[in-house]
């Protein structure tokens, strides 16, 4: 039987949908998405023959693939592998910020003014729906042209106090803001997701900034206690360009505040059907959840959660998802998640 | 009906010395005819889910694996020459992306499975060669499930169609068995509550009924706890012949639920002339009450606004999921756009998935609102504005005590629309014991532009969706075709006329998911709209069935 979810592919810039599902069965379909970022890779296979000639998997169309009445992860298709079933692949369209230098309006401009950067790679074929407003960092280490527009991107979230990341959804409508504050999900976890380490736990951040007379310096901030230890970290925010002494101190409190107070998890969580629910008690559908959302991890073994007590609930934002649609698994990462494919990925934000 | 077992596989009979007697079904080492034909068994295709408190795993999903059978027929020939001829004609017979095999057993209804390329090997055996003998052993995999040999075919008109009709409303008068509640009712001024007992009974002499024209009867059944029963409905008539069938176990509550049972199940009995129900509910414990004695036709308008109509489509034959193909017109009227959406099965069949809207807003009462799932928002735009704006749906729940739950939706659009996707939303917002009969869920949609909106539709994730809310050219009637074997999903087809004749695919201005188009065996729902008017449906399924046909 056929994919739940269905996918096609459109020339690029919308028009000439022709559905993958109409010409061959569709299995194996999987799609990740991240935050910050957005839809990251999708894979599945097809059975054709080796030498089947279609433009529907000519590379570099357009990817969606639909659910409900949406459609729910968007990207730039691959070169097909060819054989006796042939692999097939995409990348989302947030890795559209990728192809795009971040030119301001003219040569004295900055790469990380935003407003102009994006406005101008929509100019040249970005197809973003942009936010009404953007936050700014003070820059002059960063020309126009100099960087390309994701890098841009995860350079001014990630100067912002409190650190903001930014996220491209399937409509290709483009948001940058603070994680969120509050859950609005909870995850029923039968497995501890490779329970807690203290990688990149930080107790003490020591700031190095450009201080508002043009000098290099530093400045501690430390967590309020140290159960494990200590733990040092360098955070350099000098490209962001001349601080007030607070501004700097502000900064280094952001970053202990998601970064200190407890272990994170090694591994994502592997989730089924009804494990994860919304606040209200409502399973929801695995294809539908995206990254970028807080929920409560309600583990059956609390203990492998390695709180120091049992008051804290144990809350997390999801940084990275990845669905298969055949099993109907959901692997769940979170922005605590060390794992080095979050870490070193295109997508690193001031998790 | 054949006199004697039929096997037929890739168009070659096996079995049945009928019509190609050059081939005989073998007997396999690991079996084979001579221990009975072996299906292969249908297992599921899902992941496992481990629980590290409870004990065992649990195997979740719907999927199902293919079958895989393993045969062996042997190849007679006429002489060396002929040998050959027909061994290469069954290999290559069997050398195909996609065949039938039907199996047909003695005065049986045919069951077809679709298989798929075989793997095959010829033993080079001298002595049987030179004895004009060649053996074929081969092994494919078929779907895991069988069809029947024809299609079914049922139509209703989505504006003023076949509607259903109350056999009996128990609103008043006495029972042979249970007596008149005129305090606890689905509807009407009363009910009929059970005599009680291990086995409890309803029953009732009616005037002659004529039922031969209804595809399903139904009843609504409530329970003063939560219980698990068996419901059996018999039915008499007026020369006292009658038939009794059963549903097996029904989860029952304090809520009224709709019970149905196939006309067709009457064995025996002329519907024609129904003049005896009676309902027994066993064994459960405290009171039961029936309600509502209705027929169903082979479909039927549930709810309707003037753009859609959510279908009650009963007693779909069969004991496994099958693809269906629907044809879709509006009586030769224009349609600009198109919404179908197949819920998943069980889905409660009072559940509001269409509802109009008064003022862009919408109240769902409690007895409607049994949501359990994550549903695609679709608004349906009355006049539409042009220019950039947002669309935001409001979804406010309310429970007594003032318990309220507010989610929001939001879409930026531009350009004239018909129907508006604005994403998914589980519901319901909060989750509610049955008990709980006070909630309410209001649905508010809003433009910061000048668009009206007339309907809005929940479609669920889990279901198959199609919609076209741009047609290149007004169409007059649709087609969704059940797909062939070798793809996911069957074309799509629009009409400028209300035949086929002038059909052009438009499968690249639809948005599917979930794969076909499909039914669950038993009682299905059927959305269909379009912001130009409710239109008319056939719907056309080749029954599927977990083992051998039955029809």
Redesign the interface.
């Known amino acids: 039987?056929?994919?739940?979810?269905?996918v096609f592919t459109e020339q690029v810039g919308g028009g000439?949908?022709?559905?993958?599902?109409?010409?061959?069965?569709?299995a194996g379909l999987r799609y990740s998405k991240t935050y910050p970022g957005g839809a990251c890779t999708a894979s599945w296979q097809m059975?054709l023959n080796a030498l089947a000639r279609h433009r529907a998997w000519a590379p570099g169309r357009e990817v969606g693939i639909?659910?409900?009445?949406?459609?729910?992860w968007r990207g730039d298709l691959d070169n097909p592998t060819r054989g006796t079933v042939w692999q097939l692949s995409a990348q989302g369209g947030a890795a559209d910020a990728k192809r795009f230098a971040a030119l301001a309006d003219d040569d004295t401009g900055s790469a990380l003014d935003l407003a102009s950067v994006l406005t101008n790679a929509n100019g040249r074929g970005l197809g973003w729906?942009l936010p009404g407003s953007f936050p700014t960092v003070t820059d002059s280490t960063s020309p126009s042209g100099s960087i390309m527009c994701d890098e841009a991107l995860a350079e001014v979230s990630a100067g912002q106090t409190p650190p903001q990341f930014w996220s491209v959804d399937a409509?290709r409508?483009l948001t940058i803001g603070e994680s969120p504050a509050d859950s609005s999900f909870i995850l029923l976890a039968?497995?501890p997701g490779g329970g807690r380490t203290l990688d990149q736990f930080v107790t003490d951040v020591i700031v190095i900034y450009q201080a508002a007379t043009g000098v290099i310096k530093t400045v501690t901030r430390s967590a309020t206690s140290r159960p494990f230890g200590r733990f040092e970290y360098v955070l350099d925010i000098t490209a962001q360009g001349l601080l007030p002494d607070v501004q700097a101190e502000a900064a280094g409190d952001a970053y202990l505040a998601t970064n200190g107070a407890r272990a994170k998890f090694t591994d994502p969580f592997t989730v089924?059907?009804?494990q994860l629910l919304?606040?209200?008690?409502?399973?929801?559908?695995l294809?539908?959840f995206s990254p970028g959302v807080r929920f409560n991890v309600i583990l059956?073994?609390p203990d492998s959660a390695g709180e120091v007590t049992l008051a804290p609930v144990v809350s997390c934002v999801a940084g990275f998802t990845d669905y298969d649609v055949?099993?109907?698994?959901l692997t769940l990462g979170t922005t605590d998640y060390s794992g080095d494919s979050l870490s070193s990925g295109m997508f690193a934000g001031a998790a | 009906m054949p006199v004697s077992n039929s096997l037929t596989v890739a168009g070659l009979e096996q079995v049945g010395d009928v019509t190609d007697p050059e081939y005989h079904l073998g007997k396999h080492t690991n079996g084979g005819q001579g221990s009975g034909l072996d299906f292969g068994e249908i297992l599921p295709?899902?992941?496992v889910?481990?629980?590290?408190?409870l004990d065992g795993d649990i195997i979740?999903?719907e999927?199902?694996g293919n079958r895989t059978w393993n045969l062996v027929t042997v190849v007679l020939g006429d002489d060396r020459a002929d040998l050959a001829v027909k061994v290469n004609a069954f290999v290559q017979a069997i050398n195909q992306d996609s065949y039938q095999v039907v199996w047909t057993p003695e005065g049986c209804a045919p069951s077809v499975f679709t298989a798929s390329r075989a793997t095959f090997a010829v033993a080079k055996d001298f002595a049987k060669n030179g004895e004009l003998v060649a053996e074929v052993v081969y092994s494919f995999e078929t779907?895991p499930f069988a069809r029947s040999l024809a299609p079914t075919s049922t139509g209703v008109s989505a504006t003023g169609g076949p509607s259903s009709l109350q056999v009996d409303g128990m609103n008043s008068g006495s029972f042979l068995a249970g007596t008149l509640d005129t305090s606890i009712k689905y509807e009407g001024a009363g009910s009929c509550k059970l005599a009680s007992g291990g086995t409890q009974v309803a029953a009732r002499v009616i005037t002659s009924t004529d039922l031969s024209a209804y595809a399903a009867i139904s009843v609504r059944v409530r329970a003063g706890t939560n219980v698990k029963v068996n419901v059996s409905m018999t039915l008499t008539d007026n020369a006292a012949h009658s038939a009794k069938v059963s549903t097996g176990q029904s989860h029952l509550n304090t809520g009224w639920t709709l019970i149905q049972f196939a006309a067709g199940s009457f064995i025996g009995v002329d519907l024609a002339h129904v003049t005896r129900w009676q309902i027994v509910v066993s064994t459960g414990t405290g009171h039961f009450w029936v309600d509502d004695l209705r027929a169903f036709p082979a479909a039927s308008v549930g709810n309707s606004t003037p753009e859609g109509t959510v279908l009650t489509v009963p007693a779909i034959l069969g004991s496994a999921r099958t693809p269906v193909a629907l044809a879709v017109d509006r009586s030769g009227m224009d349609m600009s756009s198109l919404?179908l959406h197949s819920p998943p099965g069980g889905q409660d069949p009072d559940l509001t998935i269409l509802a109009g809207l008064a003022f862009d807003a919408v109240v769902v009462p409690d007895a409607n609102m049994n949501?359990?799932?994550?549903?695609?928002?679709?608004a349906f735009v009355g006049l539409s504005d042009t220019a950039d704006r947002t669309i935001t749906a409001a979804f406010t729940?309310t429970a007594p005590g003032g318990i309220t739950?507010v989610m929001t939706l939001t879409?930026?659009v531009t350009g004239t629309q018909t129907m508006i996707?604005l994403?998914?939303i589980?519901?319901?917002?909060?989750?509610t014991p049955s008990e709980n009969v006070g909630c309410a869920l209001q649905i508010e949609i809003a433009s910061d532009g000048t668009d009206t909106f007339t309907d809005v539709a929940l479609?669920?994730?889990?279901g198959q969706?199609v919609?076209i809310t741009d047609v290149l050219v007004d169409a007059k009637s649709f087609y969704v075709d059940e797909?062939v074997p070798?793809?996911?999903?069957?074309?799509v087809y629009a009409s400028t006329t209300t035949d086929r004749t002038q059909a052009v695919s438009a499968?690249?201005?639809?948005?599917?998911?979930?794969?076909?188009m499909l039914f669950e065996p038993g009682d299905n729902r059927l959305l269909v709209a379009s912001t130009s008017g409710a239109p008319n449906v056939t719907v056309t399924y080749t029954p599927a069935w977990l083992d051998e046909a039955l029809v």
């Not at chain 1, 000439?16 to 569709?26: E, F, N, Q, T």
């Not at chain 2, 889910?49 to 408190?53: D, E, K, R, V």
């Not at chain 2, 589980?426 to 989750?431: C, E, H, R, V």
């Not at chain 2, 479609?459 to 889990?462: G, I, K, S, W």
């Open positions: 039987m056929s994919s739940r979810l269905c000439d949908r022709i559905w993958l599902d109409g010409l061959a069965i569709v059975t639909a659910c409900g009445a949406s459609t729910i729906t409509n409508v039968t497995t089924t059907a009804g919304t606040s209200g008690g409502q399973p929801v559908d294809a539908t059956t073994d055949d099993s109907g698994v | 295709d899902t992941d889910l481990s629980s590290l408190l979740t999903g999927r199902t779907g919404l949501y359990d799932g994550t549903y695609s928002v679709i729940q739950e879409v930026p996707s994403g998914e589980a519901l319901p917002l909060f989750t479609c669920d994730t889990q969706t919609l797909p070798t793809v996911g999903v069957g074309p499968i690249d201005r639809a948005l599917i998911s979930g794969g076909p």
